[in-house]
C-alpha cells in the first residue's frame, strides 16, 4: 500500500516474492525463521513504518523485507462512516 | 487495485457470511462473488465498456458493481426515478454499455465458482455518478479504483464486523453514499439490507425486522423519521448503534431532537463529495455525546462542525488574501489520494498541487474542527455583507411550528439583494404567524439578516440526492414577491 522506496527486495516465507502473473522459481521451500504465516487483511509494516503491506492471500510464510521480519501494524479503527 | 479484490478477500475470508439480504436467506459473500463473476459474461457478451444499473436499491446493486469491476468496465447507476427520456439520453453518453437487470442477474444459470481473473490496474474509472443536476446538464464524475479502494483502505478493517451487525442501505444506488456503503460494508464483513424506496416508516419497520445496527442518512431522511418517532412512542430501534448523516447541512436543532430520540446511538456527521470518493472529514460519536451534553457554547457548538480530516486527508480554507488563519472563513479545499475531481470528458479539476475547490464554504476552529457553512453560490450579498442563509435557517427552525426552512436572496435595486424565506410548518403546527416568526429572527439575528419575506409551501423542492434546491426556491419566491 505504501513505500517510501520503489525497488524493495520483498519476501514472503523467505524466499523472493514475484509479480503477479509470473511463476515463482521452481523447488523454493519455506525456511523455518519466515514461517509465523500471513494473515488476510492485516497490514504488516517495516521498523521505520514507512511500508505497508496488505495481504490478500493468507499462507504460512511471513513477510520480510530481505532478512528483516515485517511486523503486524495494529488497527486504529475509525467510526464507520457509511 | 481493483475494487473487485475487496469483494475477493471477504468471499475468501468470510464466505458463508450473508452479505446482502435478510439473516434468513440472504446473498452470502461466496455466493455474491459467484453472481458477480457470473455476470460478467453478460457484459462481455455484450461489448460494454459501462455496467449501468437503473434501479432501487437491491442485490442486483452489489452484484452490477463488482461485476463492473471485474471487467474492468465502469459501474454506473443512475437515477431510476428519472424521466425516460432523460435515462437514455444519459445512457447514451455511456455506450457501449449493458443494463442490470435485477431479475436475470440475481438468477444465474452457469455454476461459476467465482475464481476467475480480473484486471488488477483497470484504465476505465471504477465507478461514474452523475451529479444531482442542481446545476442544467447533470456532470459525470467519475471515481478510479485508486480513489476507492483508498477511500476504503483508510476508513475499514477487513472482516472487522460482528457477524450480527447490519447497515440498512437507504441512500440511493446513484449516491455516493449509496456507492461506498456497499464497498465498505463488504470489506467489513457487515451484512447490507437495501431499503429499496425510502419512508420513515419503511426505514424503522425493516431496521427492527433485521436487527439494524448501522445506518447512513441524508438529513431530510433523519428529520421525517425523527417526525415519526416523536409522534409514535413504539417506533424505536433498539438494536441501533450507528446513524451517519451527512450528504448536506443538519440542521442543529434536528440533530438535537435526533440524539435526544436515540440515545444509545453513536452519531456521525460524515463530509465528503461525489468528487472525494464521499467522506474527507468526520465528527465522530463521542464528539457528538460530548457536545451534546456541555454546557460550554465552545464544546456545544461542535455540533454543528463536520469534525477532523480522514488519515491521509488535508483540507485547506482559501480566502480572498490568501490560506485563511483558524476561525476565518473562505472556500473548502481538499487534497487526498481519494480525491478524484474529474469528469468523463473533462479533465481534473484538481489544481496542479492536487487541491480539489469544493464550492464550500467554511472554516476550521483552533482544535482543527471543520465548520462548513454553505455553498459558495448560495451565498447572501447584502449592502456589501456575505449573509450565511444556513445561518439564518438555523434560527428559522428553532421557531415552534417550523418543520424546515430554505434561505435565498432575492434582487434588490437599493441593497444588491434581499433576504427571503419558505417555510414548511410542521405536522402538528397550528397557525403560524409570519410576523410573529420574524420578529422571532430579528431578536437573534438582527435586522440585516432578517427576512424581509416569508412565505410558507407544503415541501421543499429537493434534488433526488437529499439536496434543497435553492434555485427552485428562488424562483418560487421571486414569483411571489
Same mark, same amino acid.
Request: net charge negative; proline share 7%; aromatic share 6%.
Given at each position: 500500500?505504501?513505500?517510501?522506496?520503489?525497488?524493495?527486495?520483498?519476501?514472503?516465507?523467505?524466499?523472493?516474492?514475484?509479480?503477479?502473473?509470473?511463476?515463482?522459481?521452481?523447488?523454493?521451500?519455506?525456511?523455518?525463521?519466515?514461517?509465523?504465516?500471513?494473515?488476510?487483511?492485516?497490514?504488516?509494516?517495516?521498523?521505520?513504518?514507512?511500508?505497508?503491506?496488505?495481504?490478500?492471500?493468507?499462507?504460512?510464510?511471513?513477510?520480510?523485507?530481505?532478512?528483516?521480519?515485517?511486523?503486524?501494524?495494529?488497527?486504529?479503527?475509525?467510526?464507520?462512516?457509511? | 487495485?481493483?475494487?473487485?479484490? %475487496?469483494?475477493?478477500?471477504?468471499? *475468501?475470508?468470510?464466505? *458463508?457470511?450473508?452479505?446482502?439480504?435478510?439473516?434468513?436467506?440472504?446473498?452470502?459473500?461466496?455466493? %455474491?462473488?459467484? $453472481?458477480?463473476?457470473?455476470?460478467?459474461?453478460?457484459?462481455?457478451?455484450?461489448?460494454?465498456?459501462?455496467?449501468?444499473?437503473?434501479?432501487?436499491?437491491?442485490?442486483?446493486?452489489?452484484?452490477?458493481?463488482?461485476?463492473?469491476?471485474?471487467?474492468? =468496465?465502469?459501474?454506473?447507476?443512475?437515477? $431510476?426515478?428519472?424521466?425516460?427520456? /432523460?435515462?437514455? &439520453?444519459?445512457?447514451?453518453?455511456?455506450?457501449?454499455?449493458?443494463?442490470?437487470?435485477?431479475? &436475470?442477474?440475481?438468477?444465474?444459470?452457469?455454476?461459476?465458482?467465482?475464481?476467475?481473473? $480480473?484486471?488488477?490496474?483497470?484504465?476505465?474509472?471504477? @465507478?461514474?455518478? #452523475?451529479?444531482?443536476?442542481?446545476?442544467?446538464?447533470?456532470?459525470?464524475?467519475?471515481?478510479?479504483?485508486?480513489?476507492?479502494?483508498?477511500?476504503?483502505?483508510?476508513?475499514?478493517?477487513?472482516?472487522?464486523?460482528?457477524?450480527?451487525?447490519?447497515?440498512?442501505?437507504? /441512500?440511493?444506488?446513484?449516491?455516493?453514499?449509496?456507492?461506498?456503503?456497499?464497498?465498505?460494508?463488504? $470489506?467489513?464483513?457487515?451484512?447490507?439490507?437495501?431499503?429499496?424506496?425510502?419512508?420513515?416508516?419503511?426505514?424503522?419497520?425493516?431496521?427492527?425486522?433485521?436487527?439494524?445496527?448501522?445506518?447512513?442518512?441524508?438529513?431530510?431522511?433523519?428529520?421525517?423519521?425523527?417526525? @415519526?418517532?416523536?409522534?409514535?412512542?413504539?417506533?424505536?430501534?433498539?438494536?441501533?448503534?450507528?446513524? !451517519? #448523516?451527512?450528504?448536506?447541512?443538519?440542521?442543529?436543532?434536528?440533530?438535537?431532537?435526533?440524539?435526544?430520540?436515540?440515545?444509545?446511538?453513536?452519531?456521525?456527521?460524515? #463530509?465528503?463529495?461525489?468528487?472525494?470518493?464521499? !467522506?474527507?472529514?468526520?465528527?465522530?460519536?463521542?464528539?457528538?455525546?460530548? /457536545?451534546?451534553?456541555?454546557?460550554?457554547?465552545?464544546?456545544?457548538?461542535?455540533?454543528?462542525?463536520?469534525?477532523?480530516?480522514?488519515?491521509?486527508? &488535508?483540507?485547506?480554507? *482559501?480566502?480572498?488574501?490568501?490560506?485563511?488563519?483558524?476561525?476565518?472563513?473562505?472556500?473548502?479545499?481538499?487534497?487526498?489520494?481519494?480525491?478524484?475531481?474529474?469528469?468523463?470528458?473533462?479533465?481534473?479539476?484538481?489544481?496542479?498541487?492536487?487541491?480539489?475547490?469544493?464550492?464550500?464554504?467554511?472554516? @476550521?476552529?483552533?482544535?482543527?474542527?471543520?465548520?462548513?457553512?454553505?455553498? /459558495?453560490?448560495?451565498?447572501?450579498?447584502?449592502?456589501?455583507?456575505?449573509?450565511?442563509?444556513?445561518?439564518?435557517?438555523?434560527?428559522?427552525?428553532?421557531?415552534?411550528?417550523?418543520?424546515?426552512?430554505?434561505?435565498?436572496? %432575492?434582487?434588490?435595486?437599493?441593497?444588491?439583494?434581499?433576504?427571503?424565506?419558505?417555510? @414548511?410548518?410542521?405536522?402538528?403546527?397550528?397557525?403560524?404567524?409570519?410576523?410573529? %416568526?420574524?420578529?422571532?429572527?430579528?431578536?437573534?439575528?438582527?435586522?440585516?439578516?432578517?427576512?424581509?419575506?416569508?412565505?410558507? =409551501?407544503?415541501?421543499?423542492?429537493?434534488?433526488?440526492?437529499?439536496?434543497?434546491?435553492?434555485?427552485?426556491?428562488?424562483?418560487?419566491?421571486?414569483?411571489?414577491?
Amino acid at each position: 500500500m505504501r513505500s517510501d522506496d520503489e525497488d524493495i527486495d520483498l519476501r514472503c516465507g523467505g524466499q523472493p516474492m514475484v509479480p503477479l502473473g509470473e511463476e515463482p522459481s521452481a523447488g523454493l521451500s519455506l525456511e523455518p525463521a519466515f514461517a509465523e504465516g500471513t494473515a488476510i487483511g492485516k497490514r504488516y509494516t517495516n521498523e521505520t513504518g514507512k511500508l505497508e503491506i496488505l495481504c490478500t492471500k493468507p499462507g504460512a510464510g511471513s513477510l520480510s523485507i530481505g532478512d528483516e521480519l515485517l511486523v503486524l501494524k495494529e488497527a486504529k479503527p475509525l467510526p464507520s462512516s457509511d | 487495485m481493483n475494487v473487485a479484490l %475487496l469483494l475477493d478477500m471477504v468471499a *475468501d475470508g468470510l464466505g *458463508d457470511r450473508v452479505a446482502v439480504g435478510s439473516r434468513h436467506d440472504g446473498l452470502s459473500y461466496d455466493t %455474491l462473488r459467484r $453472481y458477480a463473476a457470473s455476470a460478467t459474461t453478460r457484459v462481455q457478451e455484450n461489448g460494454a465498456t459501462t455496467v449501468a444499473v437503473v434501479e432501487p436499491n437491491g442485490p442486483v446493486v452489489p452484484v452490477a458493481l463488482f461485476a463492473a469491476a471485474w471487467t474492468g =468496465c465502469s459501474y454506473a447507476p443512475l437515477n $431510476y426515478r428519472l424521466p425516460e427520456t /432523460a435515462i437514455e &439520453e444519459l445512457l447514451a453518453r455511456l455506450q457501449p454499455a449493458v443494463t442490470a437487470s435485477a431479475q &436475470e442477474w440475481i438468477a444465474p444459470e452457469s455454476s461459476e465458482n467465482g475464481r476467475a481473473e $480480473y484486471p488488477q490496474d483497470p484504465d476505465r474509472p471504477a @465507478v461514474v455518478l #452523475y451529479t444531482s443536476g442542481t446545476s442544467s446538464t447533470p456532470k459525470g464524475a467519475v471515481l478510479g479504483h485508486q480513489h476507492l479502494t483508498s477511500y476504503v483502505l483508510t476508513t475499514t478493517e477487513f472482516a472487522s464486523a460482528e457477524e450480527n451487525e447490519a447497515n440498512l442501505l437507504a /441512500a440511493p444506488p446513484f449516491h455516493v453514499a449509496g456507492v461506498v456503503a456497499v464497498l465498505t460494508s463488504t $470489506y467489513a464483513g457487515r451484512r447490507i439490507v437495501p431499503l429499496p424506496r425510502f419512508t420513515p416508516e419503511a426505514w424503522i419497520d425493516v431496521a427492527r425486522r433485521e436487527h439494524v445496527t448501522h445506518g447512513f442518512l441524508v438529513p431530510t431522511m433523519l428529520a421525517r423519521i425523527v417526525d @415519526v418517532m416523536d409522534h409514535d412512542p413504539d417506533a424505536r430501534v433498539p438494536s441501533m448503534r450507528r446513524i !451517519t #448523516y451527512g450528504g448536506a447541512r443538519m440542521p442543529r436543532s434536528m440533530l438535537e431532537r435526533a440524539l435526544a430520540l436515540f440515545p444509545d446511538v453513536g452519531f456521525v456527521n460524515a #463530509y465528503g463529495l461525489t468528487e472525494t470518493s464521499s !467522506t474527507v472529514c468526520l465528527l465522530g460519536p463521542d464528539d457528538h455525546r460530548n /457536545a451534546f451534553e456541555s454546557s460550554d457554547p465552545a464544546i456545544r457548538r461542535r455540533l454543528e462542525s463536520a469534525g477532523r480530516p480522514l488519515p491521509g486527508i &488535508e483540507i485547506r480554507i *482559501d480566502s480572498a488574501g490568501g490560506v485563511a488563519a483558524p476561525g476565518q472563513p473562505g472556500e473548502i479545499l481538499v487534497r487526498g489520494e481519494q480525491v478524484s475531481g474529474e469528469y468523463l470528458a473533462d479533465p481534473s479539476k484538481r489544481n496542479d498541487a492536487g487541491w480539489l475547490h469544493t464550492g464550500d464554504l467554511g472554516f @476550521v476552529d483552533d482544535d482543527g474542527y471543520l465548520f462548513v457553512v454553505g455553498r /459558495a453560490d448560495d451565498m447572501i450579498i447584502r449592502g456589501g455583507e456575505n449573509l450565511s442563509p444556513t445561518e439564518i435557517e438555523d434560527v428559522l427552525l428553532q421557531y415552534p411550528g417550523v418543520g424546515a426552512a430554505a434561505v435565498v436572496g %432575492l434582487p434588490d435595486a437599493e441593497w444588491g439583494e434581499r433576504v427571503a424565506a419558505m417555510i @414548511v410548518p410542521a405536522r402538528d403546527a397550528r397557525e403560524l404567524s409570519m410576523d410573529d %416568526l420574524r420578529a422571532f429572527a430579528r431578536e437573534r439575528l438582527g435586522s440585516l439578516k432578517t427576512p424581509e419575506i416569508l412565505a410558507t =409551501c407544503e415541501e421543499l423542492p429537493i434534488t433526488a440526492t437529499g439536496k434543497v434546491l435553492h434555485r427552485a426556491v428562488r424562483a418560487d419566491l421571486e414569483e411571489r414577491a
